[in-house]
């Protein structure tokens, strides 16, 4: 009897092949060992497409060798894993701007709400007016037009739209733009980011956006001592003890919502700012602006003021002033809207402007920013200012409170003079 040999069934739609195809790309890619006279050497191999503008001719084998160790092999075969990524999603060509702007916001790790941001003003002032160029066919000139049309006409709020944008916002986009075409350049779509062509581009400013930053509205000390005893005294307020923490402190609203009563050390007197709640998920928390804890001192009576709220929580429920609730936490204990405590603020401050004429009205950062005001007006040294207030840097905090500066150059003048007229 005559073996006959099997036959493979038929493909005309080329399917198995397509489907080897697909079974290699999905592969994350090898390394491995080989000696050489030099000693031991690695490679490491991945499948790529042949021609990634035209997939249907199939997967080639991409070998590179020659790395001294596992650690070395791998970050390129990372890279190579990460430019067989962007050429499967585009097909081998450079991307517009528009498209890849959004890839790059999506693979974003950074804060909700600083992704969020930067989302924005990919969606308003760079996809609009310049997504459908592609990457490699944007001109530093051309952007410097943009920028200029920006200024002229750029703001996209309903209330605002086409009037003209602040060097703040317009640096914002600047920052944004260069970050993305920087990534483009790290995939290979471009060698030179055209952002970074100063005499060309001529974005705003550090100092431009300075001169246009709106001026700090604070309290003096008179003032915050007036709404303080008013808000506690006459209107019996249950968050006083949350608008005087955050006076007394600087803490940010955010930072204040997320306390809870272990971070309260009532030996030492100070308090551990670990956490902030997250503006763009309030039910949840993240960590502080900077990414860092600060611990800062507190004074007697602000202690006295949470130790009495302390009680009042406790008898609401016990489990509301245990070492893990939150301090300003619901009647359910669970964390509170940094909104919500805007509209409450604003409310407040309504009636209290009302009764005193003596009062301006300030946002809550406004506590913030009087706090930090009311310590370099008594002579206290902005770093430890910074401190307290959790800036990354003193620069930040004096580039902030620059209109204290010239009180501070008159308190330093006249104690200089005070103290060589007692030499």
Not at 164 to 193: F, M, R, W
Not at 258 to 280: H, Y
Not at 320 to 341: E, I, N, T
């Amino acid at each position: 009897m005559t073996s006959r040999r099997r036959e493979p069934p038929d493909d005309p739609g080329g399917n198995e092949a397509r489907r080897q195809r697909r079974s290699r790309s999905r592969r994350p890619g090898s390394i491995q060992e080989y000696q050489t006279a030099q000693g031991k050497r690695w490679r490491f191999q991945i499948y790529v497409l042949k021609d990634p503008e035209y997939p249907e001719q199939g997967m080639r084998r991409l070998t590179r060798s020659g790395f001294k160790d596992t650690a070395e092999a791998n970050d390129a075969l990372q890279d190579a894993l990460k430019q067989r990524a962007q050429n499967e999603k585009f097909s081998g060509k450079v991307p517009a701007l528009g498209v890849y702007a959004e890839e790059w916001a999506e693979g974003l790790k950074l804060a909700d709400s600083t992704v969020k941001g930067y989302k924005k003003i990919i969606r308003n002032h760079i996809k609009p007016q310049l997504g459908t160029i592609r990457l490699d066919k944007l001109t530093a000139t051309r952007i410097a037009r943009h920028y200029r049309d920006l200024e002229k006409h750029g703001r996209a709020d309903k209330l605002g739209k086409g009037q003209p944008l602040s060097a703040n916002s317009v640096h914002k986009i600047h920052v944004v733009l260069g970050a993305i075409l920087d990534a483009a350049i790290e995939d290979g779509h471009l060698t030179v980011n055209p952002t970074k062509k100063r005499r060309t581009v001529k974005a705003p400013t550090s100092s431009e956006v300075r001169a246009q930053k709106p001026e700090i509205v604070t309290w003096t000390g008179e003032q915050l001592h007036t709404f303080l005893t008013w808000n506690r005294d006459e209107l019996n307020d249950e968050l006083f003890p949350l608008w005087r923490l955050i006076a007394y402190t600087g803490m940010r609203r955010s930072e204040a919502l997320a306390l809870r009563w272990n971070d309260i050390n009532t030996k030492t007197m100070r308090i551990s700012i670990r956490r902030a709640v997250n503006t763009e998920d309030w039910a949840e928390t993240k960590t502080t602006k900077t990414g860092n804890a600060r611990v800062i001192d507190i004074d007697a009576e602000t202690l006295k003021v949470l130790a009495a709220h302390k009680v009042a929580r406790a008898e609401l429920a016990f489990e509301l002033a245990k070492a893990d609730a939150y301090v300003f936490g619901d009647d359910d204990g669970k964390l509170r809207s940094p909104d919500a405590m805007t509209s409450r603020w604003a409310r407040r401050l309504d009636w209290a402007t009302a009764k005193y004429d003596t009062l301006t009205r300030v946002t809550i950062k406004g506590l913030r920013h009087t706090h930090a005001t009311l310590l370099l007006e008594l002579g206290e040294h902005p770093k430890v200012v910074q401190e307290r207030l959790g800036h990354s840097t003193i620069t930040t905090t004096m580039n902030i409170y620059s209109h204290v500066t010239p009180t501070m150059q008159k308190a330093a003048a006249d104690r200089f003079a005070q103290y060589l007229d007692r030499a």
